[in-house]
């Protein structure tokens, strides 16, 4: 449908913007302008303007600035059509219909919206009445005053096959039928589809009834669902309607979030409770045009789902439709209720501020992800960790935004490897004890002897296993500085998960710093680790001479120009394989890429050509020897 600029125009100069917004905002006259607190921010004095001579509204606070039908969209979460068709109606305009075919069926949906208005007007009168007894007493059970009853509108649907027709003799009976609210099968006569249950409006964005809820009261029909719903209709698309937004959307500008939960009821609770921003969709899974709702009012919508079995699944039904729409500024967070508990029930035993704190620190969708798969089956052998890897790059693939699921894979492998492949536990020591460790039997060796197996791997590596000199370097440093293997920990474990072929030797590394006084400074020394590669003793810290202090300084600094290594080789990598879908994309980041490498050889080549301290002599075997070349204090 494409409206003129000049029909907008008109529509803008119809509408009063000052009366618009005073329905929902507190406005004071300000000369020949209105002021207020500003409804999209919370501030203590005004700083929001509204001008009807010029017809937008103002924020000096925050920015928000728009006219009415802006105003319409993001105050009330229409869409944009909705918002021009709901303006134009209190202004008397017709909005422009594209075809004689749309404006009939838009005739046609006028009619049905009426219909739909008289039979709920029929429900709460039936509420009230004495067949209405056993809803009322199903309300007062569940704690919902007469408020919310009228708030959201509750009604009751007689057990019968006809009232509804006998009530809404002003409607045709074909009607009846397309609203949903009569069922027609073959060639018998219709009968009333919602018969002895509490009946629930069920509104579009614009606050209209567009189908209805109902909730049976008769324990007895086991055989009935106990709740009910509309069928889609020419109102009523249940995949793309979220109950309470015409509510939740108004309140969601105020709290900055928005709530979803499994169920109408689980909504009604927590309005009652003082939450008034959540919706629930209507009995399916999140669609994506629901997510798309969603995200138009929030960046982050916070789903919370019973904590129960059928509960965490319907979480992740919700997570796997809302992957490959992921995009920078825009996820889901995830709070999980207490197991058997919906939030009526938590907010019984624990109050709404119980329900107020977990609302405030919901999980994100990563941390629910990966919690959801580590623990869905038991992982007791290679096959079943292999499974957890596998179904984690599955979800990773799933996300089209490719910088988004670049990340997304490396932080899930990271956080698989470090549950796959833990590190070795360390003893603890205790330097003040005499004993030498917290725990267990007093140990105190300053040159422990590895076993045959850890120094073969040490020495591979030392004596150029590795591909290149630079991880050669490090691990002769370690060897002749091992108090400094425990404070790069952390970094060695990193680079065990990118670079599998010195994961072994990390491992030796580790099983030599546990073995080893942490108050010692002696090399390692073992017969089996004989020698450093001459290329080797470029690196100060392997210098005879060299000040142990700055020594330690380079190594720490190569240390980390390892891990740096295999991370900025993936980036380029990634950036390669995104050539054929995003070519532009792709080349800028490898240009951007490929300027650190260069950068990083820069620094490479720098580390490697320090000389040692004056007076300092260069030795071709300074890093393995049974000596300390160092001169440093030995036991």
């Known amino acids: 449908m494409a409206l003129s600029p000049q029909w907008l125009d008109e529509l803008r100069a119809r509408v009063t913007l000052s009366t618009l917004i005073s329905r929902t905002t507190k406005l004071q006259k300000a000369g020949h302008e209105w002021k207020a607190c500003c409804p999209f921010h919370n501030e203590k004095s005004p700083s929001f303007t509204v001008s009807d001579q010029k017809g937008f509204y ?13 105003w319409t969209t993001d105050q009330r979460g229409l869409g944009f059509m909705d918002a021009v068709k709901e303006l134009a109606a209190e202004a008397g305009m017709e909005v422009p219909a594209p075809d004689p075919q749309e404006a009939q069926r838009a005739e046609q949906r006028a009619g049905l919206h009426d219909v739909m208005q008289a039979a709920q007007d029929f429900f709460e009168k039936s509420l009230l009445d004495s067949s209405g007894e056993k809803a009322r007493e199903y309300l007062n059970s569940r704690g919902f005053g007469q408020h919310t009853a009228e708030r959201f509108g509750f009604g009751f649907a007689p057990d019968s096959r006809n009232a509804v027709k006998q009530a809404l003799t002003k409607f045709e009976q074909s009607e009846l039928v397309e609203c949903g609210l009569q069922i027609a099968v073959d060639d018998r006569e219709p009968y009333d589809r919602f018969r002895g249950r509490l009946m629930l409006p069920i509104h579009d964005a614009r606050g209209r009834v567009i189908a209805f809820g109902g909730r049976i009261l008769d324990a007895q029909k086991k055989d009935a669902p106990k709740y009910l719903n509309s069928p889609d209709t020419p109102l009523f698309d249940k995949g793309r309607t979220l109950y309470n937004l015409h509510r939740a959307g108004p309140a969601s500008r105020q709290t900055k979030r928005m709530v979803v939960v499994e169920g109408y009821m689980d909504v009604i609770a927590l309005a009652a409770a003082d939450i008034p921003d959540a919706v629930a969709p209507l009995g399916t899974a999140l669609t994506e045009r629901q997510l798309e709702m969603l995200w138009r009012m929030v960046e982050v919508p916070v789903l919370c789902f019973d904590g129960d079995a059928a509960g965490q699944r319907a979480a992740m039904r919700a997570i796997g439709r809302a992957l490959p729409l992921l995009a920078p500024g825009r996820s889901l967070s995830i709070v999980r209720l207490p197991t058997g508990m919906d939030p009526d029930d938590l907010i019984i035993r624990d109050g709404a501020k119980a329900m107020e704190r977990l609302l405030d620190k919901p999980a994100t969708l990563l941390d629910t992800l990966w919690e959801y798969e580590r623990d869905v089956q038991p992982l007791n052998t290679p096959e079943d960790k292999a499974g957890l890897k596998q179904r984690l790059i599955e979800h990773t693939e799933a996300i089209q935004q490719p910088d988004i699921r670049s990340l997304y894979r490396r932080e899930l492998l990271d956080r698989y490897s470090e549950f796959a492949f833990p590190p070795r536990p360390q003893r603890e020591f205790n330097p003040r004890s005499g004993s030498g460790f917290k725990r267990g039997a007093p140990f105190k060796q300053a040159k422990p002897i590895l076993s045959p197996q850890a120094a073969a791997k040490l020495r591979r590596v030392v004596n150029g296993g590795a591909r290149d000199t630079l991880a050669a370097a490090v691990f002769a440093g370690f060897l002749r500085f091992p108090d400094c293997i425990d404070a790069h920990s952390e970094a060695l474990a990193r680079l065990a998960r990118t670079e599998t072929n010195l994961a072994p030797a990390i491992e030796s590394l580790f099983e030599a710093a546990e073995a080893l006084d942490p108050t010692a400074t002696a090399p390692i020394s073992d017969p089996v680790v004989s020698s450093t590669p001459p290329d080797n ?3 100060t810290f392997l210098m005879e001479g060299t000040d142990p202090g700055a020594a330690k300084e380079d190594l720490a600094e190569a240390v980390g120009m390892l891990v740096e290594r295999p991370a900025l080789a993936a980036a380029l990598a990634a950036a390669t394989q995104r050539f054929e879908t995003d070519p532009e994309g792709a080349f800028a980041e490898q240009q951007r890429l490929l300027k650190r490498k260069l ?26 020897s049974d000596e300390g070349p160092d001169g440093s204090e030995t036991d």
């Open 58 to 70: 103002h924020c000096f606070g925050c920015g928000a600035h728009g006219d009415a039908i802006r």
């Open 537 to 539: 003793t470029r690196f």
């Open 599 to 624: 950068a990083f050889e820069s620094r490479l080549g720098q580390m490697a050509g320090k000389r040692a301290l004056s007076g300092a002599t260069e030795s071709n075997g300074p890093g393995g």
